[in-house]
């Protein structure tokens, strides 16, 4: 049985700084891309940043630049770097183990975290 605990959340200032850390169990995470998905009071859960197996990473477009997703597979944890936070990034953020078509598309399998919650104060 997969399972993701996700740790790092909390409050912080606007430009302010936090390091979100997701670990798994039960699978190694190098047979799957991985997701940081995020969702705020009264809207969708989103996908705010990916990495392929391979490494390669894609980005919402209001954080690119400001959000940096990565993995150790050796600890079988995956990262999300956020830098420059504002106020619209306040949400719960789930981690999801999930893979990415042909295109680079990521697809989300049936596999989150429980959320951890970041509150950025403007």
């Known amino acids: 049985q997969v399972n993701l605990v996700e740790s790092g959340g909390g409050l912080v200032q606007f430009g302010g700084s936090l390091r979100l850390s997701c670990g798994a169990s039960?699978?190694?995470?190098?047979?799957?891309?991985m997701g940081w998905y995020r969702q705020a009071p009264g809207k969708q859960r989103e996908l705010v940043a990916q990495i392929s197996k391979t490494d390669r990473t894609d980005y919402l477009d209001s954080v690119k630049g400001r959000f940096t997703i990565s993995r150790d597979n050796a600890k079988n944890t995956v990262y999300l770097q956020m830098i420059r936070l504002k106020p619209e990034d306040t949400a719960v953020y789930y981690c999801?183990?999930?893979?990415?078509?042909?295109?680079?598309?990521?697809?989300?399998?049936?596999?989150w975290g429980q959320g951890t919650q970041v509150t950025v104060s403007s």
């Open positions: 039960g699978s190694s995470i190098d047979n799957y891309a």
């Open positions: 999801n183990m999930g893979g990415t078509y042909d295109s680079g598309i990521y697809y989300a399998l049936d596999y």
